[in-house]
């Protein structure tokens, strides 16, 4: 119970040797991000030259936007919508007891370090690669879609739920224990009322990336509204491809509002 | 409505002056360090009991210790009736008929008063009910509302009380167990003077009329010596004075809480 005893010069000596230090990794950083831009060709002025004249060129030919087929965007609009919801829900639910076993002072070690394992690999392999594998096991339409979806996001929201889970006040489930409370009831009364709104929060973010990606899906033949947006761009059908676009656009902004006044509730 | 009430319906309480805690020789480490040695004491029933000392001396972990947060290294607690709290069942039992106020409240911010106060009764449910909470038990917890004057705070989410407000709900969440034994961290912390001097009188009255045990761990020495009828104070881990608040004079105060000024510069050398 002893104090270590600083004078105040010594105190402030060592206090501007850490902030040194810790400027550091700081520029260490920083010249990481400048040789990623230079390695990746984003300083080379050159290819910008015909950039702005390219692109106003494809703008130019995508608009107005033609609406002309619109009665036959209903299915795959809804379709789209679906798979989003699907797969979002079933990477919930797989991702919450894998997100709870590999949270810190939940399960063993090594169980945990196997869970979170098994969330990298997942995580790494990116959705399109995961379509292109369930195209091949299941066929095409959106089953292979909700498939590849829901596995990249259960990597994704294992993560995230696993650090949800890590950073509550462990105070109110130290309170419940003191009162006998056994380990379920605990996660009842004092785990689940605090993660709940973070969980639903990630999860609807991951609706909404869903719903893009969902898009995205099509041009591997998992269907929805993007095999007919990939369809338009392979025909030179730029008006139509725009009115997709914007359809998407619509669909996803209306998913976000939707999911804003969910957030509202439960926050 | 008064704090007394909540123990009118528990006639297997000890009557005053009978144990209702023996602490026999426990000692606890912790990161290799010994936080206590030896601690030994016996609470009466009916009594109220207050343990001081400096920082980290090893109050807190005394407090975890009677109510099962911390399993002690060696030494044993008893509660007469109940047998040694090493026995999964004594300690069930025990912690059904105690209650503890936490320093930083341990309340869950985005839930509202009420709802906090209902996690007191959490032991009473199954884990997996699906169903609300019963009436009976949202009007035991409001009554503990009213009890620590926070009844018009019933609907406010705990977040946007202040200080005072959510010890006053955590102290709520302890009555609405309607314990035997009250154990307290700092339960007085984040209260006024005046909210003190409150609580210290329906406590007192609590414990005159039903026979509530209470032990507080406090840093306000000056509460504690008005309101406890016994101090123990913590040197290091280990029982420096036993005794009652009148014989824990200047000389027992400066060996309790000697060194905190001593720095150099400090308060002391003025």
């Known amino acids: 119970m002893t104090e270590s005893v600083l004078t105040l010069d010594q105190a402030l000596a060592l206090q501007s040797r850490r902030s040194r230090l810790s400027l550091l990794p700081v520029l260490a950083v920083l010249l990481v991000i400048l040789w990623a831009f230079d390695y990746s060709g984003a300083f080379d002025t050159a290819r910008y030259r015909d950039a702005l004249h390219t692109l106003f060129t494809l703008a130019a030919d995508a608009l107005p936007p033609d609406f002309f087929r619109w009665s036959h965007w209903g299915k795959p609009l809804l379709e789209t919508l679906a798979m989003s919801i699907a797969a979002t829900v079933l990477a919930a639910l797989v991702a919450l007891p894998l997100g709870v076993l590999s949270a810190k002072g939940l399960s063993p070690a090594l169980l945990r370090r196997c869970v979170q394992l098994v969330l990298n690999v997942i995580r790494s392999i990116p959705d399109l690669v995961w379509g292109v594998m369930f195209v091949a096991a299941v066929g095409f339409g959106p089953l292979p879609g909700i498939l590849a979806m829901a596995c990249h996001s259960v990597g ?61 899906m099509g041009v591997i033949g998992a269907g929805g509204l993007g095999l007919e947006l990939v369809t338009a761009f392979h025909l030179f059908e730029y008006r139509e491809a725009m009115a997709l676009i914007i359809v998407m656009l619509v669909l996803v902004s209306l998913v976000h509002a939707g999911s804003a006044l969910l957030r509202k509730a439960l926050i | 409505m008064t704090l007394a009430s909540f123990r009118d319906e528990r006639p297997e309480h000890p009557q005053g002056g009978e144990p209702a805690l023996i602490v026999d020789g426990l000692s606890v480490s912790r990161g290799g360090h010994l936080v206590l040695e030896e601690v030994g004491f016996t609470l009466e029933a009916g009594t109220i009991t207050a343990v001081v000392g400096r920082s980290g001396v090893g109050k807190t972990t005394l407090i975890h210790c009677l109510n099962g947060l911390i399993a002690p290294d060696a030494g044993s607690i008893t509660v007469p009736g109940l047998g040694c709290l090493d026995k999964p069942e004594a300690l069930r039992l025990h912690r059904r008929s105690s209650a503890t106020v936490y320093q930083d409240h341990a309340l869950i911010g985005r839930m509202t008063a009420l709802e906090n106060v209902l996690l007191g009764l959490a032991d009473l449910r199954h884990p997996l009910s699906p169903m609300p909470w019963s009436r009976d038990h949202r009007r035991q917890a409001a009554q503990a509302l009213e009890e620590v004057g926070l009844l018009h705070r019933v609907s406010a989410k705990v977040r946007n009380l202040s200080g005072g407000e959510r010890q006053r709900v955590g102290l709520a969440r302890a009555l609405v167990r309607k314990p035997r034994l009250l154990l307290g961290d700092e339960p007085f912390a984040s209260a006024d003077p005046a909210l003190v001097h409150h609580f210290s009188n329906e406590l007192r009255r609590a414990v005159d009329r039903t026979g509530l045990t209470v032990m507080l761990a406090l840093h306000q020495l000056d509460v504690a010596l008005s309101l406890a009828d016994r101090v123990i104070a913590l040197v290091d881990g280990r029982i420096a004075f036993d005794g009652p608040p009148e014989a824990f004079g200047a000389s027992a105060q400066a060996r309790t809480f000697q060194g905190i000024f001593s720095l150099p510069g400090g308060l002391a050398d003025d």
């Open chain 1, 156 to 216: 994704m929201l294992g993560k995230f739920y696993a650090e949800i889970i890590e950073h509550i006040d462990p105070a109110p489930a130290q309170a419940l224990r003191g009162q006998g409370v056994p380990p379920l009831g605990v996660v009842r009364f004092a785990v689940w009322p605090q993660i709940l709104p973070q969980l639903a929060d990630v999860t609807l973010y991951r609706w909404e990336h869903n719903l893009r990606a969902a898009t995205v």
